[in-house]
């Protein structure tokens, strides 16, 4: 990285290929390995996780809040910190973490935590291990799954949490083979082993290994254990051999640590360095190409080049115009179908305001607001939350099927650009093709006004048995108020992170082309000193980078 950061500065002068370098050699230098735990709600994550770090760090047995990333790294003291979506940081202490990270503690996340940053110390986390528990896939809230995968390319290794009820389902094997060609090293716990019998569990294993092959993850290494009963054992020791096969997987994983960390780690920055090396020599050799040249034929070459890379912008800046304009189609879909739902929920929820009312009849006062106002809260959930996750199913096809033409599209531009630029100057070329998946994610909560919010002077004079029949008539005379206040905040919703994605998507769309564009510019333009040597040494590190790549493979293999 140091000898592309050198050659750039001395050839192409590439703002944006810097940046890549520089935030590639940062993580490097970190010597920071981020290992993440996959796998859906109830598979047991956070007792997996807290066995590993040996105490009752994060809470189990309770619903967690969604689309929440939470980061565990090395420290003296265990502490934490809540990162808010406004960008504010808190301090707390760990063991009032539930009261952020839980749907008890925070429903619907009213508080807008946006992750958690948590400090322990651990043996474990001690080599430089940044321990990530990511939101459970495939649940009701399908943003999870987006939340997840969106992080994915932060990740260098994972474990991917199964268990034996049932041991893999339709939506992990989607999701597994998703992140089996972005994450480096995978490895498979298949938890909960303490309810199976050992037959039942060899048994699990084998149709598991299937599946993963089926998935292509070659030679999966599987690890059956009970996180459950692994802690258990860790709060008391005991000489009595370890039924709970925590202790095998923690030997594996500390071997992975020890021989395979930093080449993991090596193997994930290699990848983007090969693709950056590539870049600058193309650029580096057309410099070559036109410092052969005499002057009118080069000026003529510039003028040639400029054209194209004014041609390649103006594709560019299409490219961004149809995603806007794409953008306002699945915005309309969204439209068109809340409004549908909001339509088919209200003489529903008029319905069960009904049987509210008969269910409970003798609570009355304030006591009877509080009931009606958490009835409320449910029934709002339960209109907009199954909608919810097949709407984010329908969106999210269309984003699919939208970035895999995009990115077709935008390849198309790169290699036009590449191969005209290189036939004009007379260089190979070998075109490196890139991809990028467009992904949504939300942080939305549902809102029910207080019952007594307006009206508490006018019905606290009235007789009991006026006041219930008073609250229900104004709440059912509300019911479509109510539900198109949280359909304008879904609305509001997915505008916003549709938005975002776009943009981001647009950003990371252009990054390759502009990048290239760059190189080529300042190739012709610059009066660097362009030699066949500078493209002898990028030869040297583009094959430094596949010997390290191939190292990562053979390594593995002889480990496995």
């Not at 969604?66 to 265990?78: N, P």
Request: one cysteine or more; a negative charge; charged letters at 25%.
């Amino acid at each position: 990285m140091q000898t592309l950061l050198s050659v750039e500065e001395h050839d192409t002068g590439n703002h944006g290929l810097r940046g890549k370098l520089l935030s590639l050699e940062e993580k490097l230098n970190s010597n920071q390995l981020y290992l993440a735990v996959l796998g859906q709600m109830k598979r047991g994550k956070s007792s997996f996780i807290n066995a590993l770090l040996e105490a009752d760090v994060l809470p189990t047995g309770v619903l967690p809040v969604t689309a929440i990333i939470t980061e565990i790294r090395y420290g003296r003291e265990a502490e934490a910190a809540i990162l808010y979506t406004t960008g504010l940081r808190e301090g707390i202490a760990v063991r009032a973490l539930a009261d952020y990270i839980t749907e008890a503690g925070n429903p619907g996340n009213k508080k807008q935590v946006a992750s958690v940053e948590i400090t322990y110390p651990s043996d474990f986390l001690k080599g430089g291990i940044v321990l990530i528990d990511t939101p459970g896939i495939g649940s009701t809230h399908s943003h999870n799954t987006r939340t997840t995968e969106s992080y994915l390319e932060q990740v260098d290794a994972g474990i991917v949490v199964l268990s034996v009820d049932p041991p893999i389902t339709e939506v992990e094997s989607r999701f597994i083979k998703t992140v089996g060609n972005d994450v480096p090293k995978l490895f498979f716990v298949l938890n909960k082993i303490d309810v199976a019998t050992g037959d039942e569990s060899s048994h699990i294993s084998r149709f598991l290994e299937g599946e993963l092959n089926r998935l292509q993850i070659e030679s999966p290494e599987i690890f059956l254990l009970s996180a459950r009963k692994g802690l258990e054992r860790k709060r008391k020791p005991s000489n009595s051999p370890d039924s709970s096969g925590m202790e095998n997987f923690e030997t594996r994983l500390r071997m992975f640590l020890v021989e395979e960390k930093g080449q993991v780690l090596v193997h994930s920055v290699a990848m983007d360095v090969l693709h950056a090396a590539d870049t600058l020599r193309f650029a580096v050799a057309i410099g070559v190409r036109a410092q052969a040249m005499s002057s009118d034929e080069l000026d003529r070459k510039r003028l040639a080049l400029d054209r194209l890379l004014e041609q390649t912008g103006e594709e560019v800046q299409e490219l961004q115009v149809l995603l806007r304009h794409h953008s306002g189609d699945i915005v309309g879909l969204v439209e068109h179908d809340l409004t549908a739902q909001v339509q088919s929920a209200v003489p529903l929820l008029r319905q069960h305001l009904q049987v509210f009312g008969v269910q409970h009849p003798k609570e009355t006062g304030r006591r009877f607001g509080a009931l009606l106002e958490a009835f409320l809260m449910t029934e709002v959930e339960t209109v907009f939350q199954n909608w919810r996750l097949r709407e984010d199913e329908k969106v999210q096809a269309r984003l699919d099927t939208l970035s895999a033409r995009f990115v077709v599209q935008a390849n198309s531009i790169l290699e036009r650009l590449q191969q005209a630029a290189g036939s004009l100057f007379e260089v190979p070329v070998e075109h490196v093709a890139f991809a990028c998946p467009l992904r949504v994610e939300s942080h939305l909560y549902y809102r029910v006004e207080r019952v007594f919010y307006s009206l508490d002077s006018f019905l606290l004079l009235l007789p009991r048995f006026l006041l219930r029949p008073a609250v229900l008539g104004r709440m059912r005379a509300e019911v479509a108020s109510l539900l198109d206040t949280n359909a304008g905040r879904i609305r509001y919703d997915y505008m916003e992170r549709l938005q975002s994605s776009m943009t981001q998507f647009g950003k990371d769309l252009t990054a390759a082309i502009t990048m290239v564009a760059e190189s080529l510019r300042a190739a012709v333009h610059r009066s660097s000193d362009t030699s066949e040597q500078t493209i002898s040494i990028l030869d040297s590190v583009i094959k430094d980078c596949f010997a390290l790549l191939a190292r990562g493979v053979s390594a593995k293999d002889e480990t496995l």
